[in-house]
Structure formats: C-alpha cells, structure tokens
C-alpha cells in the first residue's frame, strides 16, 4: 500500500513562510496524482493544490500567487511552499493521492500568529 507522510508544519507569523513535505514509499512518478488538502477547526476539509505525474499543478483560488507546489522525483517528495501566511492558513494540513485507495495520515499542524 502507498503511503504518503507530511512534514514541516509548525508555528508561524502572519507574513511568514513554511515548506511541507510529502515523502511517498514509491516514486512519485508511479501516482497520477499527489494532492495536499487542509482542515481548519470546525470547518470541512479543503483541497489546497495538486501536482500530476507529468508535473502539471493546480491549486485553490485562496491560495493562488501564495502557495507553491512542486516536487523532488529523485527524493519521493512533493513540497508545499507557502508564503505570506495569513490566519486563516491555520490548519492540519495533509497529503493524499486522491485516485488510490489510502487511508488519510497523521496531517502536520500549521498555526499562523497575528
């Protein structure tokens, strides 16, 4: 089974910037579809961004011009570079290959300070 592991959250001023990483078990190359969604408290679950094996990215309109995805294919990793951190960035944030079959993961914590 695939398994997909985040990273790099932490506490952060408003303003600021994190990197998350996704380590996957296989090579990123062998998953059509990498995508990282996020859950505030008391609120639903959202998609942030998304990266295809061909390397093509999509990502929220909340988060356009802010958040980056890209990946490292050599090290398994798809990152999540997010600038100009507000408040409502605040959130679990976590990684899944939507198209397979995957339980969620443990998500990594992002809290942004005023």
């Known amino acids: 089974q695939v398994q997909l592991v985040e990273s790099g959250g932490g506490l952060v001023q408003a303003g600021g910037s994190l990197r998350l990483s996704c380590k996957a078990s296989i090579s990123i190359l062998n998953i059509n579809y990498v995508a990282w969604y996020r859950q505030a408290p008391g609120k639903m679950r959202e998609f942030v961004a998304g990266?295809?094996?061909?390397?093509?990215?999509d990502a929220a309109n909340s988060v356009k011009g802010r958040f980056t995805i890209s990946r490292n294919v050599a090290e398994n990793t798809v990152y999540l570079q997010m600038n100009n951190l507000k408040n409502e960035d605040t959130a679990v944030y976590y990684c899944?290959?939507?198209?397979?079959?995957?339980?969620w993961g443990q998500g990594t914590q992002v809290t942004v300070s005023s």
């Open positions: 899944k290959a939507p198209r397979l079959s995957m339980p």
């Open positions: 990266i295809t094996d061909t390397g093509y990215t």
